[in-house]
């Protein structure tokens, strides 16, 4: 068998890539380069604006960011909730928190993607997320730690109000201001400019005001481009047990950067792993927009989870990912959340974010109307039928979580979080459907973290952080992980490619 070339390699690739929006044909040097940077970050989300600032301060030369939004809040960070799982920042250390280290942190990340990480990312933001943080918090970042059943120990580090990823954007912004990065937006990266034998990245092809422009990178090039999980083919195409799933990420999240790394022969890893979640609220099906109901929060008070066939699926409390792959194994097409009274009640006076995105006022509103995913009962019977379940079978379910309350033990599931039986009503129950987050697949890095080909051979000055890598979270996504790599990995490979010679 005649083994390919890099050449024929990245014909086939463009035969593959036939129907994408960018051009398949990889570019390759021009005679005249229209700006010339040492540093090249594309993407102005949490890894695009880390990854610039800390290559800046660890002495990258002139580091430019384009962003092909006109604006740095459009992106998925923004739409996050902004929190940052790590281990042994200074806000632990001034909380008390004795943190057992950065091994036990990373053994958790992997428990929570079933050991199916790349356990080298996985050590590598372990290792330095509190460094992370301290850095943030030294540009006047502010956190507070909130509780995650995933971790042995407090390390969710979240903002407070407002909750969004915005605010690392703003901080980051004005450090990059600061030191002198190179922001550009409304300047949409279109393809990697490659040598001859696509062995190695010079550059990239980018639109600026309506005209083609060659970026030369002398020192590299960091996609940081985000996710596909706003891009409903992408999402059919790799999620196959999520299929239809609506999207929460930012609009911008249709997978630029990793196309166009394919499109050169960059290997890919995990694709069919995402961060969905099974407690979305479809705002506007048709447009495949939706938001996401913290019913696995809400669990903690008490509340519980079953599908279609009103049965209980799942460990209740389990982070929102774990329950989505738990639903989909079952075929569920949807699922739904129960709570009392007084769980739901408990629920709103600890934590100000029901659905993120929504004020509490409105979710208040909604429980009052009902109109878009709320439903609300004076008996399980009642509520059943408002949710279209079968009224017996979900009197059975909750008969028989009542008995594992009183007993205090959960024999199906092994849930801790025994708070209440549902013996007084009203009752609420929420109907919620698959929500697409965040990527867990994206492209993988080699031992230099240059992204590989497809031989398993880095591709030299190309980098990615955030959702355009993959590896880091296995196959279910943990609170707080994907921000928190986010920042510490674009850090980490800003650092690095700063140090690359010319």
Request: hydrophobic fraction near 40%; include cysteine.
């Amino acid at each position: 068998m005649n083994k390919l070339s890099r050449r024929s390699m990245l014909a086939a690739s463009a035969a593959f890539c036939g129907a994408a929006a960018l051009p398949c044909a990889a570019a390759h040097a021009p005679k005249k380069w229209d700006v010339t940077c040492d540093v090249l970050v594309v993407g102005g989300g949490a890894a695009g604006m880390s990854a610039a600032v800390s290559a800046k301060e660890s002495g990258g030369g002139k580091v430019l960011l384009i962003e092909k939004t006109p604006s740095l809040f459009l992106n998925s960070t923004t739409y996050s909730m902004g929190q940052f799982s790590a281990c042994n920042s200074k806000v632990m250390q001034k909380n008390g928190i004795k943190d057992p280290g950065a091994a036990v942190f990373a053994a958790e990340i992997m428990k929570g993607g079933h050991g199916k990480n790349d356990a080298r990312l996985v050590k590598l933001y372990a290792e330095n997320s509190g460094a992370t943080i301290d850095w943030l918090s030294a540009m006047g970042q502010t956190f507070r730690m909130v509780p995650n059943p995933a971790y042995g120990v407090l390390r969710t580090h979240d903002l407070g109000n407002p909750q969004t990823g915005g605010r690392h954007i703003e901080v980051l912004l004005k450090q990059a201001e600061k030191i002198g990065v190179e922001i550009w937006t409304d300047c949409p990266a279109k393809e990697l400019i490659v040598n001859e034998d696509a062995s190695k990245v010079l550059g990239v092809m980018a639109e600026l005001e309506g005209k083609t422009i060659a970026i030369k990178a002398t020192k590299g090039v960091i996609l940081c481009t985000g996710g596909f999980m706003s891009n409903g083919s992408l999402v059919d195409n790799y999620l196959i047990n999520f299929r239809g799933a609506i999207s929460c990420a930012g609009p911008s999240a249709t997978g630029d950067g990793l196309l166009m790394a394919q499109k050169i022969g960059a290997q890919t890893c995990f694709m069919n792993n995402g961060a969905v979640y099974c407690y979305g609220v479809p705002v506007d099906p048709k447009s495949r927009r939706g938001l996401i109901f913290r019913g696995h929060i809400m669990n903690i008070y008490g509340s519980i989870s079953v599908g279609p066939d009103a049965k209980r699926f799942v460990r209740d409390e389990l982070g929102a990912t774990t329950a989505g792959i738990a639903a989909s194994a079952r075929g569920y097409d949807k699922t739904f959340v129960l709570a009392t009274e007084e769980q739901l009640n408990n629920f709103m006076s600890k934590d100000a974010t029901q659905v993120i995105g929504w004020t509490q006022e409105k979710f208040k509103k909604e429980l009052e109307e009902n109109k878009i995913f709320a439903r609300k009962a004076n008996t399980i019977e009642e509520l059943a039928k408002t949710l279209g379940l079968d009224p017996k079978a979900l009197r059975k379910t909750i008969d028989t979580y009542n008995g594992y309350v009183k007993a205090g033990k959960d024999p199906e599931f092994g849930r801790t979080a025994l708070k209440g039986t549902f013996e007084k009503g009203p009752f609420y129950g929420f109907v919620c459907k698959y929500v697409a987050m965040a990527n867990l697949g994206g492209l993988k890095a080699g031992e230099t973290l240059e992204i590989l080909d497809v031989y398993d051979k880095p591709i030299r000055h190309l980098y990615a952080a955030g959702e355009t890598l993959g590896g880091v979270h296995g196959d279910s996504y943990l609170s707080g992980n994907s921000i928190g790599a986010c920042l510490t990995l674009g850090r980490v490979i800003g650092q690095k490619v700063a140090k690359n010679k010319a």
